[in-house]
T-cell receptor
Framework: GAGVSQSPSNKVTEKGKDVELRCDPI?????LYWYRQSLGQGLEFLIY????????KSGLPSDRFSAERTGGSVSTLTIQRTQQEDSAVYLC?????????????FGPGTRLTVL | GENVEQHPSTLSVQEGDSAVIKCTYS??????FPWYKQELGKRPQLIID?????GEKKDQRIAVTLNKTAKHFSLHITETQPEDSAVYFC??????????FGTGTSLTVIP
């Protein structure tokens, strides 16, 4: 079946603008994760959803970041008033559920560039 | 929160030699430790994982060891091949189900 998809694949925006990133998980996967990967760096955990619920939002870098998931499927990550330091690749991953040892499958990422 | 450290940041080996990458973690409640391989421009892919109640796991040329007491785990690749060249990330899942990643090891296998 189809893997995790993300859109857009690339996004260039001006400082101060809002952006919305989208993730479509694998069908049937109840867990969904968002990560940020800066150039040459590891993956920074942002937030995860089990179903539509995000138990812990403390990984979000600032209050400009928010995420939601509706219908237990598609998730959007919104960054308001973007800053240059927000430039990175934003990766989404999904798995069957959070509490068991299920493999996370990653999407191709959205490369965000803030000018 | 959890803190994962990974060493070395870069590693070059001759084809056929072994490669070892080491990670440490800080939260003794972390219970699951996956390893990912990321080729240039591609998404991370799981190559092996280990649960906290297991000390070692092997899958063909790849093995992972876990020392819970010392809070460190390692990836071992034997008989390396050029296609093993990539960036490898370790990760630890906390009791709160967040995943914390190391900063990556860029492995180059020289033919």
């Amino acid at each position: 079946g189809a893997g995790v998809s993300q859109s857009p694949s690339n996004k260039v925006t001006e400082k101060g603008k809002d952006v919305e990133l989208r993730c479509d998980p694998i069908s049937g996967h109840t867990a969904l994760y968002w990560y940020r990967q800066s150039l040459g760096q590891g993956l920074e955990f942002l937030i995860y959803f089990q179903g539509n619920s995000a138990p812990d939002k403390s990984g979000l870098p600032s209050d400009r970041f928010s995420a939601e998931r509706t219908g237990g499927s598609v998730s959007t990550l919104t960054i308001q008033r973007t800053q240059q330091e927000d430039s990175a690749v934003y990766l989404c991953a999904s798995s069957f559920e959070t509490k068991s040892y299920n493999e996370q499958f990653f999407g191709p990422g959205t490369r965000l560039t803030v000018l | 929160g959890e803190n994962v450290e990974q060493h070395p940041s870069t590693l070059s080996v001759q084809e056929g030699d072994s490669a070892v990458i080491k990670c440490t973690y800080s939260d003794s409640a972390s219970n699951y430790f996956p390893w990912y391989k990321q080729e240039l421009g591609k998404r991370p892919q799981l190559i092996i994982d280990i649960r906290s109640n297991v000390g070692e796991k092997k899958d063909q040329r790849i093995a992972v060891t876990l020392n819970k007491t010392a809070k460190h785990f390692s990836l071992h690749i034997t008989e390396t091949q050029p296609e093993d060249s990539a960036v490898y990330f370790c990760a630890a899942r906390s009791a709160g189900n967040q995943f914390y990643f190391g900063t990556g090891t860029s492995l180059t296998v020289i033919p």
